[in-house]
């Protein structure tokens, strides 16, 4: 049997698929207890399963044969990797890769074998309402301040962070576009204007720059597509004008919507209030200023890129393995960083060729060569079979083209709902090849005949994934909840401004407990678990807060600033055995990390060699290493070894880069300046005006109170 003479039948799959991408954007978890990107991983986890049950439910009533493509090379290429990669590199993150990569294969596989061209315009519905959901959800929080989500840099809508949202939002225009071509009334096509019009305002109050960026290539390219494919609009009686009435009613939509400003606190802190359209101006001009380069968000991107690199020139055939990269990168960074910048290195071409090296290279080129191929294909088509194949096949295109450029500046592979409609997309694409397999001579194409037998064996295995899903999910959201119960709740503990007092004592019991249930059952969270470490090791729990990051170093051996926190606690326990072994792991990672110089200070003072200790601290501070751990050592080091140099010299530079406590720092430079062994009146008064000229009205008396007595009468 032809490929394209498949005949179409009834199939439920193609609507589950069309509901997963409506839900699943749309949805959101309500309360802090759960993460929302975990909500969504699960949810199209269990809608692909669900899926695949219903597609072999229906082979098995009504069999037919089943349809391969090239394109299924490229999540089962790195599918199988990333199995390797479990055997020789992290086998956690290894393993989390390799279901990432079935999920989409399966979904790839699903929409190939059943999006026929008339179940695309369910597909497309699905897409358009879930994202128009999620940018009611925006419009929201930008407008009202709706708090119904939680989430981190707003407006996020159901995605924790708005880069997120808006990474999937741009990718969804293209086919609410398409759909305008489908409707055959045309008050519809006048209200499904409108309703994109609203996601374009509900992309522009996110202020993510490479979405915008990739909004101003849709602009043109949209209406070109549209312009191109007139011909195939069902809706009838179409005049020039009414075109134009709908550019009109677009510009309209945009203009008054994206004129209403924010009434979000947080945005009001971050920009002002503006509008949408004064936050699109203001972020997309950020890219020319200088100090983005060197200070904002491209700077630190800059870094984690040119980290990567290095990584994938040590790596270029095997890469570092699946999901390894945040494990391996802090080998790659630059003499002297102890910076942890994300988990991520916002560019997933980048990552994956660091990961899978020469395996992710070929698959990655052979998928831009079939996408180039398949954009000169469709532009040639002249036949009927093609011209109602064309629309499709140039929007979905679009929306690949859009995110692979937010693929260069984020993670969206990562991200399920937008990986989803990666996968479907290409699915897609790959099913109209197979309708179009007479006319058009694409490689790779297949089609097997349905054997029954493998019903009840494929039923099985999809049984166990459920299982094997279920149970996975049930534990991932049972440690990701106590965990972030223990953040939440360390954070309020340190927020009150006293956590050492007895109050919050039951409060800390319970802070440890909810964090070793999380840990027994991941021990591999590694942002939650150090934030509530990093809270221990605040209110003085350094034995907890060292187990906590002991515990993610055996997962995370590379981290630092963690090794010189650990060498530090044990230092400071008396244990200078397991201290040294700490410090020289540091050391050879980072020897000129100012973390690092710093140990070296205090590891010298803790052995007993306080006079080297001090000659080395001194050499740092005249060398610009400002740690405020290395400075407060100099200067107790000062003090003891009645080195007063030494002591101001830690108080001059303290003063100068740590500007909130300068205060303090003014007058413990006149107590030295006054000190026996300095005894300069003039310094000492200067010192101690400067102390409290910086200090608020209210704490001056308690100030002066500090001051020795015979000081007071002159200042």
């Known amino acids: 049997m032809n490929l394209a003479q ?19 954007p749309a949805m959101g978890v309500t309360h802090s207890d759960l993460q929302q990107g975990s909500l969504k991983a699960i949810a199209v986890v269990f809608f692909t399963l669900a899926a695949a049950v219903l597609y072999l439910w229906n082979q098995r009533q009504r069999p037919t044969p089943v349809r391969l493509h090239a394109l299924l090379w490229l999540p089962l290429g790195l599918l199988l990797w990333a199995l390797g990669s479990m055997a020789w590199s992290h086998t956690y993150l290894a393993t989390v890769e390799a279901t990432r990569w079935l999920v989409f294969a399966l979904l790839l596989f699903l929409g190939l074998n ?10 497309a519905w699905g897409i358009h309402a879930g994202a128009s959901l999620a940018a009611l959800w925006t419009a929201l929080q930008f407008w009202f301040d709706w708090p119904f989500f939680p989430q981190g840099p707003n407006p996020a809508s159901t995605f924790a962070n708005r880069n997120f949202f808006a990474e999937f939002l741009i990718c969804t225009l293209p086919f609410s576009v398409l759909l305008l071509g489908r409707l055959r009334s045309r008050w519809a ?6 309703s994109i019009g609203f996601n374009v305002v509900a992309l522009m109050m996110t202020g993510t720059r490479s979405a915008l960026i990739s909004l101003m290539i849709l602009g043109p390219l949209l209406p070109f597509i549209t312009a191109r494919y007139r011909s195939q609009w069902q809706a009838v009686g179409w005049q020039r004008q009414h075109g134009v009435g709908l550019g009109l009613l677009l510009l309209a939509t945009v203009g008054l919507l994206g004129s209403i400003p924010t009434t979000n606190a947080k945005l009001a802190a971050e920009s002002g209030y503006g509008s949408a359209i004064d936050r699109t101006l203001r972020r997309s001009l950020s890219v020319t200023q200088a100090d983005e380069y060197s200070e904002g968000s491209s700077a630190q991107r800059l870094i984690m ?27 790659y960074q630059e ?40 954009a000169i294909s469709t532009w040639r088509m002249p036949s009927p079979p093609g011209l109602q194949e064309a629309p499709l096949r140039a929007f979905t295109l679009a929306s690949l083209l859009v995110l692979l450029l937010v693929s260069n500046a984020g993670f969206p592979w990562h991200m399920a709902t937008t990986s989803a409609l990666f996968a479907l997309s290409l699915g897609l694409l790959a099913a109209s090849d197979t309708r179009l397999a007479t006319t058009l001579s694409t490689p790779g194409l297949r089609q097997l005949a349905w054997p029954r037998a493998l019903f009840w064996p494929s039923m099985g295995a999809l049984t166990l994934a459920t299982a094997v899903a279920a149970f996975v999910s049930a534990k991932a959201v049972a440690s990701e909840s106590r965990l972030l119960q223990a953040s939440h709740l360390a954070e309020r503990i340190l927020a009150s401004g006293q956590p050492e007092a007895p109050q919050w004592d039951t409060d800390k019991a319970r802070v440890m407990q909810l964090l070793r249930e999380g840990m027994a059952i991941n021990p591999h969270q590694r942002q939650l678990s150090g934030e509530v470490a990093d809270a221990l090791a605040s209110w003085g729990d350094m034995r907890n807060a060292t187990q906590v990051w002991e515990t993610l170093l055996a997962s995370r051996p590379n981290i630092v600033i963690m090794l010189a926190f650990v060498a530090r606690a044990h230092a400071l326990e008396g244990d200078l055995t397991q201290a040294q072994l700490f410090f020289d792991r540091a050391r050879a990672l980072q020897p000129q990390a ?14 007993g060699q306080s006079v080297q200790a001090a000659a080395r601290a001194q050499t740092l501070l005249q060398n610009g290493v400002h740690d405020p751990d290395l400075i407060a050592q100099a200067y107790e080091l000062g003090l003891a070894l009645h080195q007063p140099t030494l002591a101001i010299l830690a108080l001059e530079r303290g003063i100068a880069a740590l500007p909130e406590r300068a205060s303090d720092g003014w007058r413990l430079l006149g107590d030295v300046y006054a000190s026996d062994a300095v005894k300069n009146e003039a310094k000492a008064l200067q010192a101690y005006r400067s102390a409290l000229a910086l200090m608020p009205a209210h704490g001056r008396d308690e100030l002066l109170g500090q001051l020795p007595p015979s000081y007071r009468s002159k200042l």
Request: neutral net charge; glycine residues 8%; hydrophobic residues 55%.
């Open 6 to 24: 498949v005949a179409p039948r009834r199939d439920p799959t193609a609507l589950l698929l069309a509901l997963m991408m409506l839900v699943v």
């Open 114 to 123: 059943t999006l026929t061209l008339g179940r695309t315009t369910p597909l």
């Open 189 to 194: 096509v006048f209200g499904l204007t409108f």
């Open 305 to 331: 890129w040119k980290g990567t690199l290095r990584m994938l020139a040590a790596h270029p055939l095997a890469g570092v393995g699946a999901g390894a990269w945040e494990v391996q990168i802090p080998l």
């Open 335 to 374: 003499a002297g960083s102890e910076a942890e910048y994300s988990d991520f290195p916002h560019n997933e071409p980048l990552q994956l060729l660091a990961e899978y090296g020469l395996v992710g290279a070929v698959l990655l080129l052979g998928l831009l060569a079939y996408l180039w191929r398949t």
């Open 594 to 607: 100012p973390v690092v110089q710093t140990l070296e200070v205090l590891m010298l003072r803790h052995s």
